[in-house]
């Protein structure tokens, strides 16, 4: 998403980056990232109807708890960019497009959610017309209009309150770098955005953009009312579409849904009403609520966890279908602000850093979670599978005393002797206090001053999100999430020059001769840019190295025994929450 953030294993390193779909078609098999060449071509099924089909053997009634120990930032669907946050949005906001997950491996199908279809484009490619279901009402029964779409979008624009939603609409829509949103001096007055008539949503482009329709299943799109927005507050009664609408929202601390009476699965091909509600806690202790689940005690056989099972508790699972693998959309990457560390100084950190020692800390299973030599993962189309020396993503670093010396001597060499480097950790998270303290350990070793800044989990991500955070390291996105199946998604939001403004930069780059690599693959047609991905992906490390990469996140999340039809999600990497049921209700 921005994938600006990221998802569910957050907790072991902090991510933050998102967002979301990458289709493939090994998408339900346990390790399959390392398979090269793997990834699926994009699959659309625009005539798609609802109602969704039946799950095998599904019952209705209960709740279904989520014990979590990762924190969605916001619930504000125009905010929403983390993978979490975007999955457990699903439950009450419906955008214009959406994810049908097909067949035994769950391969992902983008298919019309409120729209009616996938858009047509104009023959210039810079207007995208979308015809939208009629009769939709929120969840008080009052009807959704054509005008709640166009506010949406509008709303959007404001970034300046709403900093952690994507921002592909400030690059690719009609004045998109120039428009500040409905609050500022131009007000509602976007030409971007026309509603016709009551069922016809028209949005203008700047330049050609071809994969509008998968953009649209952001909850971005979902449908606003201008009289119900309270902006920073709307997260807490949002206007809803799903089967789901808030109950009770704590940030930070507890999300509760309830059925939403006005939702009509005949309109909605994707997404189900089985169970009565769901009780999201937040900031819980991840070894604690795992251990919890697996054992499946009286209500926490209705409970599940969405980050992957530490592998120190492995010898604990005693019934193998209580893990749900999957293959994920992900690249978790160490990020290093460019513009506060020189290359040299970036070539030395790469040598120093412990990728063996550091998984071990981390709790990383190398099955569920593969190293990376890539920015792509695997699943994304355009994925060429390459190794640069001393960016594999394994290696021993300066727990070995040879190359911590080595290090050393050439920090002293280039007049950098106790350069310094500073992050963000949890301070009332075990593993990111652990691997903070494994990390500064080894740094200081190979000769670099530490200054790590412990904050509270429930607010990592807004200090790692401020692209100008007084750290050089591990700003975010500290990893990645395929937005949809396209290299597009990946290299024009992260590595441009004008990421950072738009707060999704990786590493804080800023260079021209980069921006126009970028912008050249970008100009061709979606086939071609497939084959030139991966030598962007390429030089970015080669000659930039502005991240390390570190490992590709596949799924293995551990669900309770009463929990029915727990399946792995490919664009998210997470669980499909809006088809699971309870064995016994």
């Known amino acids: 998403m921005q994938w600006k953030r990221i998802t569910a294993v957050a907790a072991t390193v902090m991510l ?12 339900g098999n346990k390790g399959d990232t390392n398979n090269v060449g793997g990834a699926q071509a994009k699959a659309t099924d625009p005539t798609a109807k609802g109602p969704a089909p039946d799950v095998d053997g599904a019952k209705k009634g209960g709740t279904i708890t989520i014990l979590s120990d990762v924190t969605p930032d916001t619930f504000d669907p125009t905010n929403i960019y983390y993978v979490d946050g975007n999955q457990i949005g699903k439950l009450f906001y419906r955008a214009l497009t959406q994810y049908r997950l097909d ?8 298919v019309p959610d409120l729209a009616e279809d996938l858009g047509t484009k104009s023959a210039d490619g810079l207007t995208w017309t ?76 700047a330049k050609k953009f071809d994969d509008l329709p998968y953009y649209a299943a952001f909850p971005m799109f979902t449908p606003i009312p201008q009289a119900k927005d309270t902006q920073k507050n709307y997260e807490q009664h949002p206007m809803v579409t799903g089967p789901y609408q808030v109950s009770s929202y704590q940030p ?17 091909p994707v997404r189900h009403q089985y169970v009565d509600g769901f009780d999201f806690k937040f900031s819980q202790d991840l070894i604690k609520v795992q251990r919890q689940v697996l054992a499946s005690s009286g209500p926490d056989a209705n409970a599940l966890n969405y980050s992957n099972l530490d592998v120190s508790l492995l010898p604990e699972v005693k019934d193998q279908s209580q893990l749900v693998h999957g293959q994920g959309p992900c690249t978790i990457m160490y990020t290093m602000d460019t513009r506060k560390i020189p290359l040299e100084v970036r070539k030395l950190i790469a040598k120093a850093h412990p990728y063996d ?3 071990k800390v981390a709790g990383l299973n190398p099955t569920d979670d593969p190293p990376a030599s890539t920015i792509l993962p695997p699943a994304v189309p355009g994925f060429d599978k390459y190794e640069l ?33 500073s992050w963000y950790y949890s301070i009332d998270d075990k593993i990111s206090t652990q691997v903070t303290q494994f990390r500064k350990q080894m740094f200081e070793k190979a000769g670099f001053k530490v200054k790590a800044i412990g904050v509270p989990k429930a607010k990592i991500r807004t200090f790692t999100g401020d692209q100008n955070a007084p750290v050089n390291i591990g700003k975010t996105p500290t990893g990645w999430c395929s937005d949809w199946p396209s290299g597009t998604s990946w290299f024009p939001v992260l590595f441009r020059s004008d990421a950072i403004a738009l707060g999704n930069s990786v590493g804080q780059l800023q260079d021209k001769a980069l921006d126009a690599e970028i912008d050249a693959v970008s100009a061709k047609d979606p086939n071609e840019q497939v084959k030139e991905w991966k030598n962007v992906d390429k030089d970015i490390l080669e000659k930039y190295l502005p991240v ?28 499909e929450f809006t088809s699971l049921f309870l064995k016994q209700p």
């Open 103 to 110: 067949g035994p491996d769950h391969k992902p199908v983008l």
């Open 357 to 359: 020692g550091w998984r």
């Open 389 to 421: 020396p001393g960016l594999t993503g394994t290696g021993k670093g300066a727990e070995d005393d040879a190359v911590a010396a080595e290090v050393k001597s050439e920090l002293a060499k280039l007049g950098k002797s106790n350069f310094e480097l």
């Open 252 to 268: 930070g601390s507890e999300l509760k849904l309830i059925k939403n009476p006005s939702w009509d699965p005949n309109t909605d």
């Open 548 to 575: 390390l990469p570190l490992y590709y996140s596949n799924s293995n999340f551990p669900v309770g025994k009463n929990i029915g039809h727990a399946i792995n999600d490919p664009t998210q990497g997470m669980p």
């Open 16 to 27: 933050a980056a998102v967002a979301c779909g990458s289709p493939s078609s090994n998408s």
């Open 130 to 205: 979308f015809k939208l279901k009629q009769g939709i009402k929120y969840q008080d029964g009052t009807p959704v209009k054509a005008a709640d779409y166009a506010y949406a979008i509008k709303r959007s624009f404001a970034h300046d309150l709403y900093d952690a939603g994507p921002t592909y609409q400030q690059q690719f829509f009609l004045d998109g770098d120039k428009y500040k949103g409905p609050y500022g001096a131009g007000g509602a007055n976007y030409k971007g955005v026309e509603t016709p008539d009551d069922n016809t949503l028209v949005i203008h482009l």
